[in-house]
Nanobody, 121 residues
Framework: VQLQASGGGLVQAGDSLRLSCAAS????????VGWFRQAPGKEREFVAA???????TYADSVKGRFTVSRDNARNTGYLEMNSLTPDDTALYYC????????????????WGQGTQVTVSS
């Protein structure tokens, strides 16, 4: 599976962005799609995930602001980010796999290249 993440950019605090994660392969619909981020000098952290059935999981820091979704017909996952703050600045990655714990980045099988999100104050 190959993943292509896109949609990052430079925005101001309070703005919104939508990230996309386009996947190759015919089995996308059976995977969990996870979103992670990593800021300079910090560890990679879980942001959100959506299962094959549509069950979603969010980090506490983004609950109520971010929405994860997927379009299996388009082999694409999405991360809608609203009310962005400078603390959301990071390189955002999408990943797919069949993790038991979707918040554990170490158990995902395939990763996109990352898309940079920068939020200015």
């Amino acid at each position: 599976v190959q993943l292509q993440a896109s949609g990052g950019g430079l925005v101001q605090a309070g703005d919104s962005l939508r990230l996309s994660c386009a996947a190759s392969g015919k089995t996308f619909s059976t995977f969990v799609v996870g979103w992670f981020r990593q800021a300079p000098g910090k560890e990679r952290e879980f942001v959100a995930a959506i299962s094959w059935s549509g069950t979603t999981t969010y980090a506490d820091s983004v609950k109520g602001r971010f929405t994860v979704s997927r379009d299996n017909a388009r082999n694409t996952g999405y991360l809608e980010m609203n009310s962005l703050t400078p603390d959301d600045t990071a390189l955002y990655y999408c990943a797919v796999g069949r993790p038991i714990n979707p918040s554990n980045w170490q158990v995902y099988d395939w990763w996109g290249q990352g898309t940079q999100v920068t939020v200015s104050s």
